[in-house]
């Protein structure tokens, strides 16, 4: 079973926002989805793929228990 993800939106310097991802940084590089650790221009973009992220991760750790 997959353990849940839990993706946070970081705020940076040039004003940016960026999601990372503990859970998939554990991996292999080539395993982080895209998106993740990469430099968005607003923090809507961000949050929403933040969102995202977890409620994809949700669904497969509620599929892996049935």
Do not use: W
């Amino acid at each position: 079973m997959q353990s849940a993800h839990i993706p946070r939106v970081i705020d940076l310097n040039d004003g940016g926002c960026s999601v990372e991802c503990p859970q998939c940084r554990k991996g292999a590089a080539s395993d982080v989805p895209i998106g993740i650790g990469i430099p968005m221009r607003d923090r809507v973009t961000a949050e929403l793929l933040a969102e995202n992220h977890r409620d994809a991760y949700r669904s497969f750790a509620a599929a892996d228990s049935a």
